[in-house]
């Protein structure tokens, strides 16, 4: 039984985590400063495991590498997106993600776009992009450290989305509980970190000059379209060259029918069914699964949201 996986995921302590993954998701958490939970995932010892069918027991990283039909036999070799659930219980340091031709030249890397779905219930904010138009600009006011006229602070609520392309200076703050889709990459270059000192009082390491290598002003037009059909609502959140995220609400019932070799999902809000292959499986929030080329056609049944993320390579 191969046509829907649903996976564990791993968790990561972060001096900035918070316990919302065990309040609001219910998950055994480590401690009560978790801070990400690498829901869907190949890379390596953060690799999610797969709870049910004939993959029982087994990493994603194998399933993916030695049943690649499943996948539709794709181009790349290692999974190519992330899916993460971050809870900020304080601000995150200001970073930026290099694009693939940096990422390449100088980590052997992919590079690293992401995008935040926010679940937070409370009004919180980001660090999204910058104040000023010009690179230049942007450089002089980092050397002259005047933080506060280049780096743009948008506030936040359950259900916005923010596209965060490589390039963008960004940064999740206090209160944020998000959902995080990004390509695989673990390059971060670290800008600013509010001065702050760990324990024993050393600064946090900066990668200023990288930073300003990566950094790129691009337009932030967000085009959310809403699409409505019977008992489904979509929203398209994004369809860019790495990924396509969906936002679906579905009220009672929905027959859908797949036309792409696999997808992920995670299920945000209600609860419900989902039927494969002639087999009923239970949907709860906090769950994550992918359907396999083993699926043409899968009805959902419930008063649920899912984010659903498909990857282009
Ligand atoms: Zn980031």
């Not at 709870?51 to 036999?73: H, I, M």
Request: proline letters at 2%; aromatic letters at 10%.
């Amino acid at each position: 039984m191969k046509d829907i996986l649903f996976l564990e995921g791993k968790f990561q302590e972060k001096i900035w985590g918070g316990n919302k993954l065990k309040t609001i998701y219910g998950f055994d958490i480590p401690s009560e400063k978790t801070g990400e939970y690498w829901a869907i995932s190949d890379m390596d010892e953060m690799s999610s495991t797969i709870l049910n069918g004939s993959y029982k027991a087994k990493s994603l990283q194998e399933v993916y590498r030695d049943d690649r039909e499943l996948f539709g036999n794709p181009k790349s070799q290692t999974f190519p997106l992330l899916v993460k659930i971050i809870d900020a219980s304080d601000d995150l340091s200001i970073q930026v993600h290099p694009d693939d031709k940096m990422a390449k030249e100088l980590e052997d890397s992919r590079g690293k776009t992401e995008c935040w779905y926010i679940l937070n219930e409370d009004v919180s904010s980001i660090i999204y992009g910058l104040k000023v138009d010009s690179k230049q600009e942007a450089i002089k006011l980092i050397d002259q450290r005047r933080w506060k006229d280049l780096l743009k602070e948008v506030k936040t609520h359950k259900g916005d989305f923010f596209l965060v392309k490589a390039g963008t200076v960004h940064a999740i703050k206090k209160g944020s509980l998000i959902l995080e889709i990004q390509q695989a990459s673990d390059i971060t270059y670290r800008l600013y970190d509010y001065d702050r000192k760990d324990k024993f009082g050393k600064l946090r390491e900066l990668h200023l000059e990288k930073s300003k290598q990566a950094i790129k002003i691009l337009p932030n037009n967000q085009n959310i379209d809403l699409i409505k059909d019977g008992n489904l609502t979509m929203r398209i959140l994004t369809d860019n060259e790495y990924f396509k995220v969906i936002e679906k609400t579905i009220n009672s019932s929905y027959d859908f029918s797949k036309e792409i070799p696999y997808s992920l999902f995670a299920v945000i809000e209600g609860s419900g069914d989902i039927s494969v292959n002639d087999k009923a499986y239970k949907l709860n929030k906090g769950d994550f699964f992918i359907l396999t080329t083993k699926v043409n056609e899968y009805k959902i049944e419930g008063d649920l949201t899912l984010v659903e993320s498909i990857a282009k390579d």
